[in-house]
């Protein structure tokens, strides 16, 4: 029997991710499809390019395809893969990012062809991940991730791992697959990690027991929209909060205090376009807080131009973890940061949030969703203290939900006999 060490298996499958601390050039890849327009690519390559920027990466290159949809072998088509080669070969670029998951195989052949390391928009994410994590609780998750991740694409990453031939004395007289050998020792691995998860969700389960039945929100949102900084405003405390992706791993929970008025609120991961399905199998565990939660408040990067697609893709997440039915407060944050644009009268293209002034979105947004919804700037502290007073009444209300008798209790102690009969 063959002995694999997980280390060897680490280095073999770049299990350990990559140095985050050195800044490396890369050429970023994308494919438009009949679902996306050009502008709508070129945007989701802005997002791997900050992706790329939080990972130490510099993105130097763009270069986009239609294709109906992207190569089972290659991701792009052999022009395209020719002339990026030709770049990556003229300028030294040691690194091409491409904005979808690859399958094993199409990693080996990009890599064969440009020459280069390949990284997909899941591995770079996982990378991030892995850097972010601080906590041993968060660490382990993203190690079951980066294992569910490279598990299925045992087969495709390496074309050295071929039967091995049989000798004398070997069992049934063939060998036994290296490949066999290293699913094995990664699936002991998912495994053992899972049943580390399994202990930490319990002592969890047991805190969160414990805060009684104190009324519980939680900020929700994509990446980098500044829930961070509104939990800090909020609860008066010092929470990481930085202007790149993924700041928050770790969920994060703070008493506050509105009007004599104590609630729970946390804080936790941020959700992407494209959010690899590993991370969110492997976070669900973090984001009860956010299925627990009485109510949630959904921050939006108002300055964003692709805003909206952000909310959906919350939305969806929040269907995906058991959350979509939760009462939400639309927070949108950044107004400091938004630009209005006018059309010009020639201009025949769709309205764009970006065509509204601030007071207008404001107005369409309510008006459409019909939802309670509030506009400001964490930044800049503009709208806080109505945020505060929103709070404070959202957190009354669902008081007055939970304990439809409450009023009760504000009656005059002296007025009521021991047997809990009133007084005349």
């Not at 063959?2 to 991710?17: A, E, F, H, M, Q």
């Not at 996982?126 to 609780?137: E, G, N, V």
């Not at 007073?389 to 007055?400: C, F, P, R």
Request: charged letters at 30%.
């Amino acid at each position: 029997m063959c002995s694999v060490k997980l280390s060897n298996l680490r280095d073999k499958y770049n299990l350990k991710g990559r140095n985050l601390e050195q800044t490396e050039k890369a050429v970023l890849v994308g494919v438009i499809t009949p679902d996306a327009t050009e502008i709508q690519v070129n945007e989701y390559l802005d997002e791997l390019e900050f992706l790329a920027l939080t990972a130490g990466i510099e993105g130097v290159k763009r270069f986009t395809q239609r294709l109906d949809k992207p190569l089972s072998n290659t991701y792009v088509g052999k022009g395209k893969l020719e002339e990026i080669q030709a770049y990556i070969a003229e300028n030294e670029i040691p690194l091409a990012v491409f904005d979808d998951e690859l399958s094993g195989a199409q990693v080996r052949n990009l890599e064969k062809a440009l020459g280069c390391q390949v990284l997909d928009r899941t591995s770079l994410i996982l990378d991030i991940f892995a850097w972010r994590a601080q906590t041993a609780y968060a660490k382990t998750q993203v190690q079951l991730a980066r294992y569910q991740y490279i598990l299925p694409r045992l087969t495709g990453m390496w074309s050295h791992l071929e039967r091995q031939r049989g000798g004398r004395g070997t069992r049934g007289g063939s060998g036994e697959k290296q490949l066999e050998t290293d699913r094995r020792i990664v699936e002991q691995k998912i495994s053992q990690l899972k049943e580390q998860l399994k202990k930490i969700d319990r002592q969890m389960a047991s805190q969160r027991g414990n805060r009684g039945r104190m009324v519980r929100a939680s900020l929700v949102g994509y990446t980098n929209v500044g829930k961070s900084t509104i939990m800090n405003l909020l609860s008066k405390s010092n929470v990481f909060a930085e202007n790149k992706l993924f700041a928050t791993l770790d969920t994060t929970v703070r008493k506050v205090v509105i009007e004599n008025t104590p609630f729970l609120l946390s804080d936790t991961v941020g959700f992407i376009r494209k959010l690899p399905h590993q991370l969110v199998e492997s976070f669900k565990s973090t984001l009860d807080e956010v299925r627990e939660a009485d109510f949630l408040l959904h921050v939006v990067d108002i300055s964003h131009p692709n805003f909206e697609d952000q909310i959906k893709v919350v939305k969806r997440t929040l269907e995906e973890i058991g959350a979509g039915s939760k009462p939400v407060f639309m927070v949108f944050n950044k107004i400091d940061a938004y630009k209005h644009v006018q059309k010009s009268e020639f201009d025949l293209s769709p309205d764009r949030p970006g065509n509204m002034s601030l007071k207008q979105l404001e107005q369409s947004w309510i008006g459409k969703e019909n939802s309670p919804a509030i506009f400001i700037s964490a930044k800049k502290k503009f709208g806080i203290d109505k945020l505060r007073n929103d709070l404070y009444k959202m957190v009354g209300e669902t008081i007055k939900g939970r304990y439809p008798f409450n009023d009760f209790l504000w009656q005059n102690i002296d007025d009521i006999d021991p047997e809990g009969i009133t007084m005349a």
